[in-house]
C-alpha cells in the first residue's frame, strides 16, 4: 500500500473512533439506554430518596415515577473537551424524588423533594452528585 492509503486508513479509523467517543459509546457493551442510566442514578440515590420502598427495585420505582428522571443534554463547563474526545464523556441524569422523613423533620425549612444531578459515564458507573431541595419535582434538566 501506498502512503496515502494508509494516511486515508488512519483517518478513517481515528474519526470513528472520536466519533464514538463523543457520542458516549461504552466498548465494553455499547450504548447505554436511557432505562439503565435512570436505573443507575436512582439507585445511586436509593439511600437518600423517601419514596423508595424498602426492597423496591430501580425499575419498580420507574414505573410508579415515570417522570422522576431525565438525561441532561448540555455539560457543565468543568468537563473538558478533551474527556470528551477521550471516551470520558460524563452523561448527567436528573434524580427527583421526595426526601425521608427523618430528613424532612432534622431540616423543616426548604422543600420536600430533591432534585439530583447524577454524573453517569458512559458504561453507566455513576461517580458523583450535585442537587438541591426544591418545594416540588420540576419536569426536566
Request: charged share 20%; with cysteine.
Amino acid at each position: 500500500m501506498t502512503a496515502p492509503k494508509w494516511i486515508g486508513i488512519a483517518l478513517i479509523f481515528l474519526s470513528t473512533i472520536l466519533f464514538l467517543n463523543v457520542t458516549s459509546f461504552c466498548y465494553h457493551r455499547g450504548y447505554a439506554s436511557q432505562q439503565e442510566l435512570f436505573e443507575n442514578a436512582i439507585l445511586h440515590q436509593a439511600s437518600n430518596m423517601g419514596d423508595l420502598s424498602p426492597g423496591e427495585s430501580a425499575h419498580a420505582y420507574l414505573s410508579k415515577h415515570p417522570d422522576c428522571c431525565s438525561v441532561c443534554e448540555w455539560a457543565p463547563p468543568s468537563q473538558s473537551f478533551l474527556d470528551t474526545i477521550l471516551g470520558n464523556k460524563l452523561r448527567y441524569v436528573r434524580v427527583a424524588y421526595r426526601l425521608k422523613q427523618a430528613e424532612l423533620d432534622q431540616y423543616p425549612k426548604g422543600g420536600d423533594f430533591y432534585e439530583a444531578l447524577v454524573e453517569v459515564t458512559p458504561c453507566g458507573r455513576t461517580l458523583h452528585r450535585i442537587g438541591m431541595r426544591v418545594e416540588e419535582r420540576s419536569g426536566r434538566c
